[in-house]
């Protein structure tokens, strides 16, 4: 199973908020999880990636937090800024794949 | 320069006409890909070539045709397309090649295809 469920597929926070977007997935041979992220009417950006045998990753005011066990994780963005506003999608790799998740529309209000 | 470049930004064509959409990257990256994206959906992997070859069709109807002059262009090839076929279409490359994608890839800003 290739899939890659992420959640919510919308989001609205303050300014200074802590949007937190997850995602799932089943097939245990992804060893490569990226998020990227989109604004209209541009091509996906790499913001930040993680590998299975480290549990958090921290770059800026963006953070991956990652359970093997669960075969879940989820970004998380600091002190959220309108700047921020945008789709994020996450990512898994396998061999030859990427599989991106459904994406999540995040508003930040200033 | 770490950009991946894509032209035209935007594209009108009818069902009988014949176009391209051209990608170009200057990273040194061996590993180059088309992918289409609707709107509020993620991409969806068309084509990657690697090392110059094509390596992964994603089932692709043949009325898309890629090429790979070489280890910096990549082109989409366009004839007879379908009104549900208008979308955004990514170009994207990776440093990797061979059977091994790595999932960091680099994204151009992407082409606007509108089908009438």
């Known amino acids: 199973q290739q899939q890659v469920k992420q959640s919510p597929q919308s989001l609205i926070v303050q300014k200074g908020g802590i949007p937190i977007i997850n995602c799932a997935y089943e097939?245990?041979?992804?060893?490569?999880f990226p998020w990227y992220q989109q604004f209209p009417g541009k091509g996906p950006a790499l913001l930040i990636a993680?590998?299975?045998?480290?549990s958090e990753k921290k770059e800026g005011r963006f953070t991956i937090s990652f359970n093997k066990s669960a075969k879940q994780f989820s970004l998380h963005i600091m002190d959220s800024q309108p700047g921020d506003s945008a789709t994020y999608f996450c990512?898994?790799?396998?061999?030859?794949?990427?599989?991106f998740g459904g994406g999540t529309r995040l508003m930040v209000k200033p | 320069d770490t950009e991946v470049t894509q032209t035209p930004k935007h594209l009108v064509m009818g069902m009988t006409n014949k176009k391209s959409l051209k990608c170009e990257q200057h990273m040194g990256h061996r590993a180059m890909y088309w992918y289409k994206q609707k709107a509020k959906k993620p991409p969806e992997l068309m084509f990657v070539?690697?090392?110059?070859?094509?390596?992964i069709n994603e089932s692709v109807p043949s009325r898309f045709s890629p090429e790979c002059p070489n280890s910096s262009l990549l082109n989409l090839h366009l004839h007879a397309l379908q009104p549900e076929d208008s979308a955004l279409y990514l170009c994207a490359s990776s440093q990797e090649g061979g059977a091994r994608v790595t999932g960091e890839l680099f994204f151009g800003e992407g082409s606007r295809l509108t089908v009438l």
């Open positions: 993680i590998r299975p045998d480290v």
């Open positions: 990512a898994a790799n396998a061999g030859n794949m990427l599989t």
């Open positions: 070539y690697s090392y110059e070859k094509l390596s």
């Open positions: 097939n245990t041979a992804f060893d490569y």
